[in-house]
Nanobody
Framework: QVQLIESGGGLVHTGDSLRLSCTAS????????MGWFRHAPGKERDFVAA????????IFADSVKGRFTSSVDNAKNTVYLQMNSLKPEDTAVYYC???????????????????WGQGTQVTVSS
């Protein structure tokens, strides 16, 4: 059974940092890449970042570029989303997801992803 388990969300203040983790299990993900999305109330699920398992390619949405970074720990089958200089508009449920590497060009489209985590709430107060 494939599982993506996220953790690390919470309530922080403007300017603070959080690190989200996503641990994958249940299959080999070497031919997949990982995406991060967020879903705020009343809005669409938005692309945040994508990263390959070798860490060689990372792509970020313009809204988080320069503030967020992503990394992988292959030994732990875990990807991380480091979020710095958080703003109230970053408040959302954050999801990690996995998609076949052949769909990398479609990384911003939620339907490209085969597997999703349960989501973790990030709330940034002003």
């Amino acid at each position: 059974q494939v599982q993506l388990i996220e953790s690390g969300g919470g309530l922080v203040h403007t300017g603070d940092s959080l690190r989200l983790s996503c641990t994958a299990s249940g299959r080999t993900f070497s031919t997949y890449f990982m995406g991060w999305f967020r879903h705020a109330p009343g809005k669409e699920r938005d692309f945040v970042a994508a990263i390959t398992w070798n860490g060689g390619v990372t792509i970020f949405a313009d809204s988080v570029k320069g503030r967020f970074t992503s990394s992988v720990d292959n030994a732990k089958n875990t990807v991380y989303l480091q979020m710095n200089s958080l703003k109230p508009e970053d408040t959302a449920v954050y999801y990690c997801a996995a998609a076949p590497i052949l769909r990398f060009q479609m990384r911003k489209t939620p339907s490209s992803y085969d597997y999703w985590g349960q989501g973790t709430q990030v709330t940034v107060s002003s």
